[in-house]
């Protein structure tokens, strides 16, 4: 029996966080719309995401934010943001932390998501993994973005892994980006969003979602040789945490 009321709470939690990601999208759907119509007023729709968004659903859904930071970032200078994946909660805890508009590079697969994914394939790099072509195509997008003035987030996974799985392999992508156009590296270690709000139906709840925000890695002088070697030593500093 109380396995049975467990598993209705787990089903009412993750309703609730589809009527929170859903509610404000439509409420606020004119200006999103708006905003999204040119690139120049991506920085109004970023605020609106973080703010009207992002914070709604996070504390929503009780999971209260400890943000800790090694380094901060300088307004209007621009950054490659990396994180573990292992949540939905990771893009909106990724917007509360960093109050520098950014851009998410993600995967196609998500524009099919209802009403999210419509403002998604709009504001975001969309990357479809088996065609090299887009991959490379990528790069093009991102330095323009960059010469707008903003970031760009990656979560270095390249998707979720298995739940079993603390920090699957990076991929290069975000650090041959980071280098190619010399901006620093971000890594931050998301703690508790497997916790709260995993990929397995019957789990999660409210709670606090620690984020720490590590040094920052320079990649002023290094060049495309030294991808591996960056990608590993992000990627340790991540996984120092997590285990």
């Known amino acids: 029996m109380l396995g049975v009321v467990r598993n209705v709470g787990h089903v009412l939690y993750r309703v609730w966080f589809y009527i929170l990601v859903t509610v404000p999208i439509l409420l606020f759907f ?43 970032m300088k307004k209007g200078k621009s950054y490659m943001l990396v994180a573990n994946h292992t949540s939905m909660l990771d893009i909106m805890l990724m917007l509360i932390v960093s109050r520098n508009p950014f851009v998410f590079v993600g995967k196609k697969e998500l524009v099919g998501i209802p009403i999210f994914g419509f403002f998604y394939k709009r504001v975001c790099i969309l990357v479809d993994r088996d065609s090299v072509k887009s991959r490379t195509g990528v790069y093009r997008r991102a330095q323009k973005r960059l010469n707008q ?40 270690t998301f703690l508790d969003n497997k916790k709260r709000f995993s990929f397995t139906f019957f789990s ?28 590993e030593e992000v990627r340790e500093v991540i996984l120092r945490d997590l285990i």
């Not at 109004?44 to 943000?67: D, E, H, S, T, V």
């Not at 409210?206 to 960056?230: C, M, N, Q, W």
């Open 149 to 188: 003035g903003l970031s760009i987030c990656i979560f270095p996974e390249g998707g979720v892994p298995d739940e079993e799985i603390v920090l699957d392999h990076f991929k290069d992508g975000a650090f041959k980006m980071a280098i190619a156009h010399k901006i620093p590296v971000v890594p931050m």
């Open 30 to 72: 004119p200006l999103l719309l708006l905003f999204t119509i040119s690139e120049k007023t991506y920085h109004q729709f970023f605020w609106l995401a973080r703010n009207l968004w992002a914070k709604p659903i996070l504390y929503g859904m009780g999971c209260f934010p400890k943000i800790e930071r090694e380094q901060r």
């Open 204 to 231: 999660g709840g409210p709670g606090r979602i620690r984020a720490k925000v590590h040094s920052f890695f320079e990649t002023g002088i290094l060049s495309v040789e030294d991808t591996s070697t960056l990608r």
